[in-house]
């Protein structure tokens, strides 16, 4: 059992490490563009699952979209901000052949995530996505930080505060950024296929700056041919915008999907 003293000093600590300023505020929603397979569910709290559908959105923290492992199924969102403005950030769950838990705004569990923020400072978690290994994979410690952070901090602040086996990653500069994150059991791999990102862990709690064509591997770095993996058919794809957009997206917010699709693909082309 944890002892109430503990809890008393984790909440201390954890006072004491906020930072003034460090606070982004978070998307209103994310909204489903588009479903490619079979039983990718909704969730809410404790609540019983129920289909995604195209067009639905995710509004607060207890909403979470779920796609199984099966290597095939998969969901693109994106990011609305405030007065239904597009907040920057493209993200794609799956496919993986473990599943992959997307609960807003800033976090995922397990399975496979690729996702691009726009070019400048208008982007949806820049303050940081929290990837983390699929639940039954936490130890009793864990759960008890994360229920901590709930209760004292903002979704948004708690994204920026990594726990044990969990990392984050933010954005750096102002460049356009293409990220791939694949989760095998608690074994976190994660390449930067463009721009360059900040990425923090227990063991790196200050961050690390991983630019384009490296990858990082339980603390390893390695370096990678971006050009190859981007111009794969999958990587092609999910820079379509065709990809999207659909019927349920609004004009406004379809254009700037658009050039933020525009302005990473001219940068592909310019650097090749």
Same mark, same amino acid.
């Given at each position: 059992?944890?002892?109430?003293?503990?809890?008393?000093?984790?909440?201390?600590?954890?006072?004491?490490?906020?930072?003034?300023?460090?606070?982004?505020?978070?998307?209103?929603?994310?909204?489903?563009?588009?479903?490619?397979?079979?039983?990718?569910?909704?969730?809410?709290?404790?609540?019983?699952?129920?289909?995604?559908?195209?067009?639905?959105?995710?509004?607060?923290?207890?909403?979470?979209?779920?796609?199984?492992?099966?290597?095939?199924?998969?969901?693109?969102?994106?990011?609305?901000?405030?007065?239904?403005?597009?907040?920057?950030?493209?993200?794609?769950?799956?496919?993986?052949?473990?599943?992959?838990?997307?609960?807003?705004?800033?976090?995922?569990?397990?399975?496979?995530?690729?996702?691009?923020?726009?070019?400048?400072?208008?982007?949806?978690?820049?303050?940081?996505?929290?990837?983390?290994?699929?639940?039954?994979?936490?130890? $009793?410690?864990?759960? *008890?930080?994360?229920?901590?952070? !709930?209760?004292?901090? &903002?979704? #948004? @602040?708690? =994204?920026?505060?990594? /726990?044990?086996?969990?990392?984050?990653?933010?954005?750096?500069?102002?460049?356009?950024?293409?990220?791939?994150?694949?989760?095998?059991?608690?074994?976190?791999?994660?390449?930067?296929?463009?721009?360059?990102?900040?990425?923090?862990?227990?063991?790196?709690?200050?961050?690390?700056?991983?630019?384009?064509?490296?990858?990082?591997?339980?603390?390893?770095?390695?370096?990678?041919? $971006?050009?190859?993996? *981007?111009?794969?058919?999958?990587? !092609?794809?999910?820079? &379509?915008? #065709? @990809?999207? =957009?659909?019927?349920? /997206?609004?004009?406004?917010?379809?254009?700037?999907?658009?050039?933020?699709?525009?302005?990473?693909?001219?940068?592909?082309?310019?650097?090749?």
């Amino acid at each position: 059992m944890f002892k109430l003293g503990t809890i008393s000093q984790f909440f201390s600590l954890l006072y004491l490490g906020l930072m003034p300023g460090a606070i982004a505020a978070p998307p209103d929603a994310s909204q489903i563009v588009s479903l490619t397979g079979d039983r990718l569910m909704m969730q809410q709290g404790s609540h019983r699952q129920q289909a995604a559908q195209v067009g639905d959105r995710l509004e607060n923290h207890s909403q979470s979209l779920i796609v199984p492992g099966n290597n095939h199924s998969f969901a693109r969102l994106v990011l609305v901000g405030d007065r239904q403005t597009y907040d920057g950030l493209l993200l794609q769950t799956g496919p993986a052949p473990q599943q992959t838990q997307y609960r807003f705004p800033c976090v995922v569990e397990g399975g496979t995530i690729t996702l691009s923020w726009q070019k400048g400072q208008q982007r949806g978690c820049a303050e940081g996505l929290r990837i983390r290994p699929n639940p039954e994979g936490r130890s $009793p410690t864990q759960h *008890l930080k994360i229920f901590a952070y !709930q209760m004292v901090l &903002s979704p #948004a @602040a708690a =994204s920026a505060i990594p /726990t044990d086996s969990e990392l984050v990653i933010q954005p750096s500069g102002e460049t356009p950024i293409c990220v791939r994150v694949t989760t095998q059991d608690k074994r976190q791999i994660v390449e930067v296929l463009w721009g360059e990102i900040i990425l923090s862990s227990a063991n790196h709690p200050q961050g690390l700056k991983i630019r384009k064509g490296t990858q990082y591997d339980q603390g390893e770095l390695q370096f990678f041919d $971006p050009d190859t993996r *981007l111009a794969t058919p999958v990587m !092609q794809a999910f820079f &379509s915008a #065709a @990809a999207w =957009s659909n019927a349920a /997206t609004s004009t406004p917010l379809s254009g700037e999907i658009q050039n933020h699709i525009d302005v990473i693909r001219t940068a592909f082309a310019t650097a090749q």
